[in-house]
C-alpha cells in the first residue's frame, strides 16, 4: 500500500506571495490532517478533515486554509505569506471513523516552505 | 499551548543501554500515542495506548500509563544507533485535536 504522498518536497516563496501543497492520503483513509512544525512551536494543529468536510480547526488566522476532495486528497492554501509561515507542513492520514483519535495517524515527509 | 510535555529534552545514551522517555498531560484522555520522527521526514506511529490500558509491548518498546499522575513512559531497550531520532508523544483532548508534544532528541552513540 502507498503511504501518504506530500508534494513539493521544498518549496521557496517570498514574502505576500500564496502557496498551495498536496496531500494523497492512504488509499482508503478518509480523514486528513494538516500540522505545521517548526523549531521553537514544536508541532501545531493546523485542520482535520473527514469526507469533504472539515472536521476541526488549529488556531492559525484565515490565510490558513484547506479543503479535502471527493477521492479524500486534501491541499492547504497560505495566502499572504509571512517570514513566520517558513516551516515543515506534515500530512497525515488515518481511517479515522470518529472524531477521537483512537487510530494512529500516518504521516508522509511534508513539505519545507521557505519564506524569504 | 501543548497538551503533552516530553522529558527530557534531549538524551544521549550509548548503544545496547536501555532509554527511557516520559510523557505528562494536563486534560483527560482517550488514548495516548507515541511516535518517532527522523531527521527531515515525517512521523512515524510507534505504539497507542488507550486510558483503560496499564502498558503495552511492541518489540523492543515498552510503553506505560498513569492516568492517575497524567503520565507515560516510552522505555526502548538495548538501545541501536538505528534508534537515533525524535520521539513524540500525542494526546487526544477534549476538543477532539490530536495534539503533540515538544519532542526528545534521542541520541544512540555508536
Known amino acids: 500500500k502507498a503511504g501518504v504522498t506530500q508534494t513539493p518536497r521544498y518549496l521557496i516563496k517570498t514574502r505576500g506571495q500564496q502557496v498551495t501543497l498536496s496531500c494523497s492520503p492512504i488509499?482508503?483513509?478518509?480523514?486528513v490532517s494538516w500540522y505545521q512544525q517548526t523549531p521553537g512551536q514544536g508541532l501545531q494543529f493546523l485542520f482535520e478533515y473527514f469526507s469533504e468536510t472539515q472536521r476541526n480547526k488549529g488556531n492559525f488566522p484565515g490565510r490558513f486554509s484547506g479543503r479535502q476532495f471527493s477521492n479524500s486528497r486534501s491541499e492547504m492554501n497560505v495566502s499572504t505569506l509571512e517570514l513566520g509561515d517558513s516551516a515543515l507542513y506534515l500530512c497525515?492520514?488515518?481511517?479515522?471513523?470518529?472524531?477521537?483519535?483512537?487510530?494512529?495517524?500516518?504521516f508522509g515527509n511534508g513539505t519545507r516552505l521557505t519564506v524569504t | 499551548s501543548q497538551q503533552g510535555e516530553e522529558d527530557p529534552q534531549a538524551l544521549s545514551i550509548q548503544e545496547g543501554e536501555n532509554a527511557t522517555m516520559n510523557c505528562s498531560y494536563k486534560?483527560?484522555?482517550?488514548?495516548l500515542q507515541w511516535y518517532r520522527q527522523n531527521s527531515g521526514r515525517g512521523l512515524v506511529h510507534l505504539i497507542l495506548i488507550r486510558s483503560n490500558e496499564r502498558e503495552k509491548h511492541s518489540g523492543r518498546l515498552r510503553v506505560t500509563l498513569d492516568t492517575s499522575k497524567k503520565s507515560s513512559s516510552l522505555l526502548i531497550t538495548a538501545s541501536r544507533a538505528a534508534d537515533t531520532a525524535s520521539y513524540f508523544c500525542a494526546t487526544d483532548s477534549a476538543n477532539s485535536k490530536l495534539t503533540f508534544g515538544k519532542g526528545i532528541t534521542l541520541s544512540v552513540r555508536p
Open positions: 497525515a492520514s488515518s481511517t479515522g471513523q470518529q472524531s477521537s483519535y483512537n487510530s494512529p495517524l500516518h
Open positions: 488509499s482508503g483513509h478518509r480523514s
Open positions: 486534560t483527560s484522555i482517550n488514548n
